[in-house]
């Protein structure tokens, strides 16, 4: 991933390839409601009075959820607000462990956190394995299409869902790798 590239890009061009996916969002529902409204009128003025009522609240909700929706993309430039004014840096991950003597607290990849022989005990807070980023990101096993039949394929599955690696992972990892199976 390019670290640089919101540095590097010229703003107009990072505002609208940012909100063009809201406006057009938007813009879709704009033309679902003035169509619901022709057949509503049809209805009644009263029918008419509520959908009047409900469509700028309907936006509202769309713009504050697509806006916010950034998920596990976020950058420090999703900021909406920082109330105890911290500074915010942002590093590359594999440099985070070793500045942690430079900053108040951090934000760590379980990979690297493990490498600098960080333990989850010691954590603030940690990543729930039901959570966006934990689900995104797990290991999947893949296989060439056709060999997913395969008895050997099979076999490979089984073990490594098997109770046996369930326990060595948590055994071994301590909380900081979570099995997904």
Known sequence: MNDTFMKEKPILGLVLSMSLPMVLSMLV????????????????EEAMTALSLVYPIQNLI?????????????????IVENP??????????????????????AVINGNYAL????????ALAIEAADGTAAQAYENVIAVKEGNENNEAIKALVE?????????????????AVVPMF
């Open 62 to 78: 769309n713009a504050i959820t697509i806006g916010f929706g950034v998920g596990i993309n976020a950058t420090t430039l999703d």
């Open 159 to 175: 073990a490594l869902q098997s109770d046996t690696i369930r326990d060595y992972i948590n055994d071994t990892y301590n909380g």
């Open 115 to 122: 490498d600098a022989g960080l333990k989850v005990a010691d």
């Open 84 to 105: 105890k004014n911290l500074d915010i840096v942002e590093l590359e991950a594999a440099q985070i462990p070793s500045r942690l003597a430079d900053v108040d607290m």
């Open 29 to 44: 529902n704009s033309l679902y409601n003035i169509v619901d409204s022709y057949f509503v009128a049809s209805i009644s």
